[in-house]
């Protein structure tokens, strides 16, 4: 097969319009359902032979080509978007760009062109990128992915793996999520030492609050695993292989669930409950002892987020809210959040209005009795959902 594609055969298939997408689900680890897919394109023969991306794509960037598929392809995609959202408004689907439709001059009016009006929820289009094949320090590639971003649509780095990703492209480059490689993903469940990188990939993503996609899942040990680690979404063989438009709206429309309690985000939770402790209680001393307003302020600038539902732990708690709905111990947790914020900005204020050593050291301790309670809490809602989950 492969020697008969060439570039010219590519062009012939191109203007009789043979290219096709098939879209593969991606599951959301909080709901267990299907809430998005990546595109993937497949060349329909006029015989009906289906030829895999691999065989073709690397010809047509080579040759400069691809920008041609992405510009007269991409209109497709937009239109299956808009078939999927009127089913379910929320779906998703990434779409693969090469570096050299970055490279192109004409890409973002082409990309602008097929969506702006056309599709009616930009964010619903994710435009994925592969960052081995980018220069992401490159001023032109942030700008483009910048001006993506200012459109209202999402961006996704494919790939993703800790050889090849700078602190730079995580901090700098507007992403929505960051997608594990494959091969990364199938190492999490089979060695010591990359199952700890693994942990630490998906820590590193949240802190800087992007969503997790790992991608190449192709067993129910993988799948635990992935719920334990804190994946936000996953996609591979487990759940489904990449099938064509009509056959993905007949499979979401059945609304398959592969619900899996994820405990890893609850892990997250911890840790991100422990940090806020921290951080509130570094704050208050470097106020109180320090009379320089810069070290002060900048104290303040390094404090998280102080309102309860904006504070990562409070986004757990929404975004879980679903999954305990009837469960008392997470509706006390709840409650002792919304106090243990209250307990924060009192340590605070008290540091801020200058108190004596007594009262802030009394402020910090009323706080840490408050977190200790709450850490129980937590603890006793993992064991309960452990206990469901496993026995
Ligand atoms: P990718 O973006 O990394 O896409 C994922 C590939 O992994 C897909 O192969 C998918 O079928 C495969 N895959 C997904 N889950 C599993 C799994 O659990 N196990 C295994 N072994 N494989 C899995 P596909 O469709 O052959 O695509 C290959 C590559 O071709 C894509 O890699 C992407 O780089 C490129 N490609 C696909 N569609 C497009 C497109 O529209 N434009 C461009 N520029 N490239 C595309």
């Given at each position: 097969m492969n020697q008969k594609i060439t570039l010219t055969s590519i062009a012939k298939a191109l203007a009789n319009d043979e290219f096709i997408f098939y879209y593969q689900p991606i599951v959301s680890?909080?709901?267990?359902?299907?809430c998005g897919a990546e595109s993937l394109i497949r060349w329909r023969q006029p015989d009906g032979t289906i030829i895999p991306p691999d065989e073709f794509i690397p010809i047509a960037e080579e040759t400069g080509f691809i920008t041609e598929i992405t510009r007269c392809n991409l209109p497709k995609v937009v239109k299956d978007i808009n078939t999927l959202n009127q089913i379910n408004d929320s779906i998703f689907v990434s779409f693969n760009v090469s570096a050299k439709d970055f490279a192109d001059t004409d890409f973002l009016e082409a990309l602008f062109q097929a969506t702006t009006?056309?599709?009616?929820?930009?964010?619903?289009?994710c435009i994925e990128i592969t960052e081995t094949a980018f220069?992401?320090?490159?001023e032109h590639t942030q700008k483009v992915l910048h001006d993506i971003d200012a459109q209202g649509l999402s961006i996704i780095l494919n790939?993703?793996?800790?050889?090849?990703?700078?602190f730079n492209t995580l901090t700098h480059l507007p992403l929505k999520a960051i997608k594990v490689a494959m091969d990364v993903t199938q190492r999490a469940a089979k060695s010591k030492n990359d199952f700890r990188l693994f942990r630490h990939l998906v820590s590193m993503a949240h802190q800087l609050q992007l969503n997790i996609i790992a991608e190449g899942v192709e067993d129910e040990e993988t799948h635990i695993l992935m719920a334990a680690l804190g994946c936000t979404h996953v996609q591979g063989f487990y759940y489904d292989r990449p099938m064509p438009l009509a056959d993905f709206i007949e499979l979401l429309q059945k609304g398959p669930s592969w619900l899996e309690y994820p405990f890893g985000l609850e892990y997250l939770a911890q840790y991100d409950h422990i940090d806020f402790r921290r951080d509130v209680i570094r704050a208050a001393l470097m106020i109180s002892t320090h009379q320089d307003n810069d070290i002060r302020e900048r104290s303040l600038m390094r404090l998280?987020?102080?309102?309860p539902k904006k504070c990562l732990f409070g986004q757990w708690l929404e975004n879980t809210r679903p999954l305990n709905l009837e469960n008392k111990t997470y509706q006390q947790i709840s409650d002792e959040h919304i106090e243990f914020h209250h307990l924060a900005r009192t340590l605070l204020d008290m540091a801020l209005e200058g108190e004596n050593k007594d009262k802030i050291t009394k402020a910090i301790v009323a706080f840490s009795d408050k977190s200790k309670q709450m850490m129980d809490l937590i603890q006793d809602l993992e064991i309960e959902r452990l206990k469901e989950s496993f026995f």
């Open positions: 680890m909080l709901t267990g359902k299907i009006v056309k599709l009616e929820n930009l964010a619903n289009l220069l992401p320090s490159d790939d993703f793996s800790a050889g090849y990703t700078s998280p987020e102080l309102e």
